[in-house]
């Protein structure tokens, strides 16, 4: 059975960082693009970042080039996503995916306030 | 970017009644290779996002066949013909031909009347 587990997300002041952890199970990791999207509270699905197999190319949505950082260690099936700057707007559940969109984790909540 | 659209965004649809959502994205989602990348996602209340069309109209696994996934270029629907207390939430549609970025419509708001 296929399985993804967000852990890492808290409260955040503006301007800190906070580092979200993925564990993927039930296939083979090392396969998979793998992605990070965000809801903001009562809102809709923003895509926030992805990664390749092997972590050779990366892309980010707009909004969080040069503050965030996807990466994988396929050794340890894991995904992860560095945040640093952290803005207000920034408030959201991230669900790590993969990059198919066919299967999401439970998500995680980073509140980023003072 | 390609912006997507949906419509309507609140659907109060009768129990046993059918229901149809319809998306449209700015530009032809057509892909190079012959695809046609837009898929439609549910999420229920409280719940995470749940994929059950991809590629236009291909149904998940497990995912009842009252749902059904049309369309070409840059207009998509997605119909339910026969709603069952289950269906509530939110269905969203997403393209993924032209990306960077994957792009998600704004969402449809189904709830029984």
């Known amino acids: 059975e296929v399985q993804l587990v967000e852990s890492g997300g808290g409260l955040v002041q503006p301007g800190g960082s906070l580092r979200l952890s993925c564990a993927a199970s039930g296939f083979t990791f090392s396969s998979y693009w793998m992605s990070w999207v965000r809801q903001a509270p009562g809102k809709g699905l923003e895509w926030v970042a992805n990664?390749?197999?092997?972590?050779?190319?990366?892309y980010y949505v707009d909004s969080v080039k040069g503050r965030f950082t996807i990466s994988r260690d396929n050794a340890k099936n894991s995904l992860y996503l560095q945040m640093n700057s952290l803005r207000a707007e920034d408030t959201a559940v991230y669900y790590c995916a993969r990059t198919d969109f066919d299967y999401w984790g439970q998500g995680t909540l980073v509140t980023v306030s003072s | 970017d390609v912006v997507m659209t949906q419509s309507p965004l609140s659907l109060p649809v009768t129990l046993g009644q059918p229901a149809s959502i319809s998306c449209r994205s700015s530009q032809s989602l057509v892909h190079s290779d012959g695809n046609t990348y837009l898929n439609w996602f549910q999420q229920r209340p409280g719940q995470s996002p749940r994929r059950l069309i991809y590629?236009?109209?291909n149904r998940d696994s497990g995912v009842p066949d009252r749902f059904s996934g049309s369309g070409s270029g840059t207009d998509f629907t997605l119909k339910i013909s026969r709603v069952e207390a289950e269906d509530v939430g939110v269905y969203y549609c997403m393209q993924g031909t032209h990306w960077p970025p994957f792009t998600f419509g704004p969402g449809t708001k189904v709830d029984i009347k």
């Open positions: 990664i390749k197999q092997d972590g050779s190319e990366k």
């Open positions: 590629k236009v109209s």
